[in-house]
């Protein structure tokens, strides 16, 4: 599956999840703050930008800090309660009048067999493979984030769906 990272973001820019690859951080640099609940994956993530070992379902930042904020395959890898949770906390530190991004996919079943995706990343001047797997028993659709983000407060703007992948954008009134 191919994604392409389009959006041209603007201002500061806080990416949940975003140890490992790093992909919004590789492409937007130096106004990412990457945080992960992963030391490992944030050791291993290229220095392109600041990386903070955090929750994201208790972020630490004061409210209305961020211009955007970027979910990049991360919710796949979360409970359905941690959704809820991080999807909130991401609502409170976003400024209003700014946008959240996410992308990721539908998993119907990711137990006892695990859910695997291989990408092809296209954003700026940057390309990446990578496979994601995860083993839960919680299920996602795009259904259920816009749900967990209509509760949050915020507006969808997009929704685009395609082959189990979907990517929604969405602002804070």
Request: hydrophobic share 35%; charged share 30%; glycine share 6%.
């Amino acid at each position: 599956m191919t994604i392409e990272i389009k959006e041209k973001l603007t201002g500061s820019i806080l990416d949940i999840g975003g140890g490992g690859e790093a992909v919004i951080g590789q492409i937007y640099k130096d106004r990412v703050t990457a945080i992960d609940n992963c030391k490992e994956e944030l050791e291993e993530a290229p220095d392109c930008c600041s990386k903070q070992l955090m929750d994201a379902t208790e972020l630490s930042f004061p409210d209305d800090s961020f211009d955007n904020v970027t979910f990049f395959y991360t919710l796949m890898y979360m409970t359905a309660e941690e959704q809820q949770k991080s999807i909130c906390e991401a609502a409170r530190v976003l400024r209003v009048g700014k946008q959240m991004y996410i992308w990721d996919c539908d998993i119907r079943s990711a137990y006892p067999e695990p859910f695997m995706i291989d990408l092809d990343i296209r954003g700026g001047n940057n390309k990446l493979h990578t496979t994601y797997g995860i083993v839960k028993k919680d299920t996602q659709s795009s259904d259920s984030v816009v749900r967990l983000l209509e509760s949050a407060g915020l507006k969808i703007e997009s929704l685009q769906a395609k082959d189990g992948q979907f990517h929604i954008q969405c602002r804070k009134d």
